[in-house]
């Protein structure tokens, strides 16, 4: 009976003082806890400027210059590009420069020159490094005072080998990781205009192919619902990755801009054209099987490029790959 009644007062003092605790909450000792709020779902990792794709950090850039004639194909890490640039150079052929940020290559070329064009689209990316394998003589200062870092093969010529079973000059290959050991500095991947999305955006045509043409060049784009990729062909022939598979894009841009001769040319005499990348335009956006007609708009080379619909929406890029064709509807004759 004394152990009960121990017991008894134990427990009446206990029910005492978790009624005097709640109270001096405000709550009801009856009253039952409230249940723990869900914790709100993680914050998903950024978008890549370049992309669209998640990224857990932003790396630096790297702009290489590559071959895009058949003796150079096919072309070896140019699948890994985050963004391609068509550009027309002398003879009415084209050239390509691929900008790597979030996937690096364990090689990449072949590497070939740079043109004047090049560095007046560079200064949007800030101070990105360059891979090249040399320019004009007449064009040496102007690289020097680019926005760039130079890791040409004269600059970082440890970072570059000639790949076995191809010839000179379309055998220079560089080793990526190697180039931007050369360029600590270089500036890391920020927005350059481009605004992505899942879902694409209303006012677009079907369209399955889209051609565009240079003197010397044609490419073709060919939508793959398979793939979710524009398929890339040159001159009729597709044009096939070093590693396997045809090169394509989640987003092909068709960028019509001036283009007129430069104060440059080739050995031949061939004039160097020069492709405005600033001021405005207009265009053509290939985006999951469909075309969009769009407007650009650059003011200046430090500042990236936007893209708008014809009723001033700003144009949305499927996520992944993108290129850009610097076309001209009246291209400059070689």
């Known amino acids: 009976m004394r152990a009960n009644r121990v017991i008894g007062v134990a427990l009446a003092s206990g029910l005492a003082l978790l009624a005097a605790a709640c109270s001096s909450k405000g709550e009801d000792p009856g009253s039952q806890p409230q249940a723990a709020s869900v914790s709100e779902s993680p914050t998903p990792p950024p978008e890549h400027p370049f ?5 857990a950090a932003r790396r630096p850039v790297l702009a290489v210059k590559i071959e895009n004639t058949s003796a150079g194909k096919p072309q070896i890490g140019v699948d890994k590009a985050d963004i391609v640039y068509v550009e027309q150079v002398e003879g009415g052929l084209t050239r390509l420069m691929a900008i790597f940020s979030t996937r690096l290559p364990k090689e990449v070329g072949p590497v070939r020159s740079a043109r ?26 102007f690289v020097r005072e680019a ?11 440890g970072a570059y080998f000639r790949y076995p079973g191809r010839y000179a000059p379309y055998n220079l290959v560089a080793t990526p990781r190697k180039l931007l050991q050369q360029a600590p500095k270089a500036s890391k991947a920020t927005d350059i205009g481009f605004v992505f999305s899942d879902e694409p955006p209303a006012g677009g045509v079907p369209k399955k192919t889209f051609s565009v043409k240079y003197p010397a060049a ?5 939508w793959s ?7 890339i062909w040159q001159d009729g022939a ?25 104060q440059f040319h080739d050995f031949t005499g061939s004039y160097t054209p020069l492709v ?31 893209f708008t619909t014809p009723t001033g929406e700003r144009m949305t890029f499927a996520r992944g790959p993108v290129w850009v064709v610097l076309a001209s509807r009246k291209p400059v004759q070689p």
């Open 147 to 157: 926005s760039l870092f130079d890791v040409s093969d004269s600059a970082a010529p």
């Open 276 to 306: 405005h990348s600033t001021g405005k335009g207009t265009g053509i956006v290939l985006r999951d099987g469909q075309a969009y007609k769009v407007n650009w708009e650059r003011e200046s080379e430090e500042e990236g490029t936007t």
């Open 225 to 231: 619902e398979a793939k979710k990729r524009w398929l």
């Open 51 to 55: 992309t669209g794709m998640p990224v």
């Open 218 to 222: 044609r490419f073709a784009f060919g």
């Open 238 to 262: 597709k044009d096939m990755a070093a590693g396997g598979g045809q090169l394509g894009a989640a987003t092909v841009v068709i960028q019509y801009t001036k283009t007129e001769r430069s």
């Open 116 to 141: 004047i064009s090049d560095l007046h689209i560079l200064p949007m990316f800030g101070k990105p490094a360059l891979a090249y394998s040399g320019v004009q003589s007449k064009m040496i200062p």
